[in-house]
């Protein structure tokens, strides 16, 4: 077990299996993988968790990164694990998860709040309260409550994936901020390049 006061942890949200890697709900996986890209990791099943875990530095801190392989509505149980092995307070972690609510290609940083309907962050705060941080990441909204199912698990258009990588790219050096300089840093950072 560690105790290393500087870790943090960064989970991303999504779906295991194939069918759901290129989903708009997958938007989370999506900023894990590139996150292990960055930190020239790959991600491994590692049982204890989960889910895919790796070790990474950025910004010059240790991160863990993971992706559980729970499905969404089950992800506080790969996050409990992860906070209890290696002892971390809930602002230590940020869970990486689409957001309806914002356009495709928006981004946000966000400490504690509500779930706002979204399972994965519902089944967190069960396990963990609401005090960890997001990183929101818009996929747009289609309209009509009856259609939020099919499109958050349908894959977006070719726009609206360039828009989303691009912005999780930005998210990225966003984090690196936020671990090397502060969370307010990083707000700043994130949020004007979104205008």
Partial sequence: MSTDSDLHAIVGLGNPGDEYARTRHNAGFWFADLLAGRGRASLRREAKFHGDFARIKLGGVDVLLLKPQTFMNRSGQAVQALAQFYKLSPDRI???????????????????????????????????????????????????????????????????????????????????TWLSRGWDRAITQLHTANQ
């Fill in 94 to 176: 940020l869970v990486a998860h689409d957001e309806l609510d914002l356009p495709a290609g928006t981004v946000r940083l966000k400490l504690g709040g509500g779930h706002g309907g979204h399972n994965g962050l519902r089944d967190i705060h069960r396990a963990l309260g609401e005090g960890y941080r997001r990183l929101r990441v818009g996929i747009g909204h289609p309209g009509d409550k009856n259609l939020v199912l099919n499109y958050v698990l349908g894959r977006p258009g070719r726009d609206d994936e360039a828009a989303i990588l691009a912005a999780l790219d930005r998210s990225a050096d966003a984090v690196e």
